[in-house]
């Protein structure tokens, strides 16, 4: 198994750190598939907008949603992410297969066995490595789900690069 989780400690910097490594594989040629995430900060400066962008080059989808001032829930929008789990699905699928899957986060969706996590592990199960963001929350669940199998990746683009380069030469 060929996973690999980041962790970074500034807010939106593993975000902006997997964005550029999917940037940086296309610009390789290295197929890959999965999500990214850009954050928009709003008005308030305390929360912001969460969109995805479904590799390689597929459609962006707001992921957030409000709930209005004073809300304390979470703000992700389970359908929003489920639409763009249908769309990731489709592209492990398509012909010529990706090389990598990259997944904007491991978080309490997939904690709780929903959101990405099934695609992390079809996409492990037909041997393609995944790597992803894990957030100090989330760590004991995507340790428990990973069965203690995954590496933790440094948090720089040349590291991932050397990662996911050395991952997709390797037979899984």
């Known amino acids: 198994m060929q996973l690999a989780y980041v962790m970074t400690a500034e807010r939106g910097a593993t975000d902006r750190l997997l964005t550029a490594l999917a940037a940086r594989l296309a610009g390789a040629g290295i197929r890959a598939a999965g999500i990214v995430q850009t954050n928009t900060e709003c008005y308030d400066n305390k929360l912001c907008d969460m969109d995805v962008r ?59 066995g929903r959101g990405m996590r099934p695609i992390i592990g079809e996409a492990l199960a037909m041997g393609i490595p995944v ?20 590496q933790e990746a440094q948090p720089d683009l040349d590291a991932l690069m050397d990662w996911v380069k050395a991952a997709i030469s390797e037979p899984a």
């Open 131 to 150: 790597i992803t963001g894990v957030n100090r929350m989330n760590v004991g669940a995507f340790d428990g789900f990973a069965e203690g199998l995954a």
């Open 54 to 112: 479904v590799l390689p080059e597929g459609e962006t989808i707001r992921i957030s949603q409000s709930l209005g001032e004073g809300a304390r829930g979470c703000r992700l929008n389970p359908e929003a992410l489920e639409r763009a789990v249908g769309l990731v699905n489709a592209a492990l699928a398509a012909e010529p297969a990706p090389q990598v899957l990259i997944v904007n986060k491991f978080g309490k969706h997939e904690a709780d």
